[in-house]
C-alpha cells in the first residue's frame, strides 16, 4: 500500500533488461518513469535495458477524498 503524492527512487545494482510479467497503476496518475519515458496503466517497461546510471522513479498522484 502506498499514500497519495508519495515517490521513490529505484537504482539498479547492475546492468541488465527488465522482465516484467506483470504491470498494473492507476492509468494518468500512478506511474513509473525510467530516464524520463513514462510507463502507465498496464504498458510496463518489458525489455528495456537498465545500469546503475539508469534513472528510476515510481509516483502516486492520486489524490483520495
Known amino acids: ?17 527488465l522482465s ?3 504491470f498494473s497503476t492507476e492509468l494518468y496518475y500512478d506511474y513509473l ?5 513514462r510507463y502507465d496503466g ?3 517497461p518489458d525489455g528495456v535495458s537498465v545500469s546503475p546510471s539508469t ?5 502516486c498522484v492520486s489524490v483520495m477524498r
Not at 518513469?33 to 519515458?37: L, M, N, Q, R, Y
Open 1 to 17: 500500500n502506498y499514500g497519495n503524492r508519495e515517490s521513490c527512487t529505484i537504482t539498479p545494482q547492475e546492468s541488465g533488461t
Open 20 to 22: 516484467v510479467t506483470s
Open 33 to 37: 518513469t525510467i530516464d524520463g519515458v
Open 42 to 44: 498496464t504498458t510496463g
Open 55 to 59: 534513472s528510476m522513479s515510481c509516483f
